[in-house]
T-cell receptor, first 112, second 115 residues
Framework: DAGVTQSPTHLIKTRGQQVTLRCSPI?????VSWYQQVLGQGPQFIFQ???????GRGNFPDRFSARQFPNYSSELNVNALLLGDSALYLC???????????FGPGTRLTVL | GENVEQHPSTLSVQEGDSAVIKCTYS??????FPWYKQELGKRPQLIID?????GEKKDQRIAVTLNKTAKHFSLHITETQPEDSAVYFC??????????????FGKGTLLTVNP
């Protein structure tokens, strides 16, 4: 079975640009969560989607948005990029709201 | 909101020794406590977890203990091996109705096992 997949693996953008990151959960998993991991820190919760609805939002500005599609894949969008948005963006999937979360390999975003 | 403190930030042990990593959490409503291992450049991997209705859980060389009264939980690795070297993260989750979507992570512990 394939694990959680994310694309792209690496991305370089300049300040002010917009970026879209993609995540495909483990087959059968209905919940997707997004985390931001700055170098040397633990992941920070951004969003959770379950059954295509937003179920939780972390302490991130409105420049961050996400959605989940009927096939349970998800996109994270970040507008008006800042240098401080440079980080590893991780997606995690779980079968339900109560399940263990399994992480994808992440997308490394660099903002210049 | 929830706050998770993790200690130590770095830990160096000799192969075969035990390693202990400790975490404290602030919100007594937290009910799910996973531990993740992250090797350099790789994804965090769930290695063990514990729910608030259990005090201890063991899986081969790895064990986790939970003290709800003191609001702390610990990861114990016995008979450490060089391949145990990685960054370990603890996390806590407080979900309503049993959900555990929002994991709050500690800052991580860099474990080095010297051969």
């Amino acid at each position: 079975d394939a694990g959680v997949t994310q694309s792209p693996t690496h991305l370089i953008k300049t300040r002010g640009q917009q970026v879209t990151l993609r995540c495909s959960p483990i087959s059968g998993h209905k919940s997707v969560s997004w985390y931001q991991q700055v170098l040397g820190q633990g992941p920070q919760f951004i969003f959770q989607y379950y059954e295509k609805e937003e179920r939780g939002r972390g302490n991130f500005p409105d420049r961050f948005s996400a959605r989940q599609f009927p096939n349970y894949s998800s996109e994270l969008n970040v507008n008006a990029l800042l240098l401080g948005d440079s980080a590893l963006y991780l997606c995690a999937s779980s079968f339900s709201n109560q399940g263990e979360q399994f992480f994808g390999p992440g997308t490394r975003l660099t903002v210049l | 909101g929830e706050n998770v403190e993790q200690h130590p930030s770095t830990l160096s042990v000799q192969e075969g020794d035990s390693a202990v990593i400790k975490c404290t959490y602030s919100d007594s409503a937290s009910n799910y406590f996973p531990w993740y291992k992250q090797e350099l450049g790789k994804r965090p991997q769930l290695i063990i977890d514990i729910r608030s209705n259990v005090g201890e859980k063991k899986d081969q060389r790895i064990a986790v203990t939970l003290n709800k009264t003191a609001k702390h939980f610990s990861l114990h690795i016995t008979e450490t091996q060089p391949e145990d070297s990685a960054v370990y993260f603890c996390a806590a989750s407080m979900g309503s109705g049993g959900s555990n979507y929002k994991l709050t992570f500690g800052k991580g512990t860099l474990l080095t096992v010297n051969p």
